[in-house]
């Protein structure tokens, strides 16, 4: 089945460490996205990508990066310089076609200790 | 900017009541629209949508028609259940070529039998 998968759903992280969230797609789409979602919050955008080898800050960028050397994968590391990691975070992907829905995986849950 | 704007919850309700959620937006252009249903600690999953004005999206008995004059995209369904207890997200997509999509802050539904 096509889908999205999200690894690890649950991380404990130290102050101080970076943590890589991995996203994988076999949907063949384009387009994937990051977004955090806190207690009671809606989703807040933290990086896009459009395509193979390029991506753009959301509204929430700063202590987070990501990458995307392959179209199929986006993974998003969380830096020590993000000052409150704590938080749901949602990988998404869209094939940006007639369609438009964004597809969501299951989700990571970060907690630091 | 774009934006868009749900109603506060939580929202109790007692099986088999009638439900309506809503949704208003801003935005230039035509946007898609869509509600989205979040389930506890699952990723999102696409209720319905719709793609212009006057369509009406449906799907599980749940519907929502894209009124463009009134900016409005309200969910409805005529008779809740207790499985339908969930985060309900309204949000919209612009098509001005970045492919970001807006998401509401989510309205918590509880249904009691």
């Known amino acids: 089945d096509g889908g999205i998968t999200q690894s690890p759903k649950y991380l404990f992280r130290k102050e101080g460490q970076n943590v890589t969230l991995s996203c994988e797609q076999n949907?063949?789409?384009?387009?994937m996205y990051w977004y955090r979602q806190d207690p009671g919050q809606g989703l807040r955008l933290i990086y896009y990508?459009?395509?193979?080898?390029?991506?753009q800050k959301g509204d929430i960028a700063e202590g987070y990066s990501v990458s995307r050397e392959k179209k199929e994968s986006f993974p998003l590391t969380v830096t020590s310089a993000q000052k409150n990691p704590t938080a749901f975070y949602l990988c998404a992907s869209t094939d940006r076609g007639a369609t438009g829905e964004l597809f969501f995986g299951e989700g990571s849950r970060l907690t630091v200790l | 900017g774009n934006s868009v704007t749900q109603m506060e919850g939580p929202v109790t309700l007692s099986e088999e009541a009638f439900l309506t959620i809503n949704c208003t937006y801003t935005?230039?252009?035509?946007?898609?629209l869509f509600w989205y249903v979040q389930y506890p600690g699952e990723g999102l999953q696409l209720l319905l949508k719709a793609t212009k004005a006057d369509d009406k999206g449906s799907n599980k008995g749940f519907e929502a028609t894209y009124r463009k004059e009134t900016t409005s995209f309200h969910l409805e369904k005529g008779s809740v259940q207790v499985s339908d207890s969930a985060v309900y997200f309204c949000a919209l997509s612009d098509h001005s070529g970045t492919y970001k999509y807006i998401f509401g802050t989510g309205t918590r539904l509880k249904v009691l039998a």
């Open positions: 990508s459009q395509i193979v080898n390029d991506f």
């Open positions: 949907l063949n789409h384009d387009a």
């Open positions: 935005a230039t252009g035509y946007p898609s």
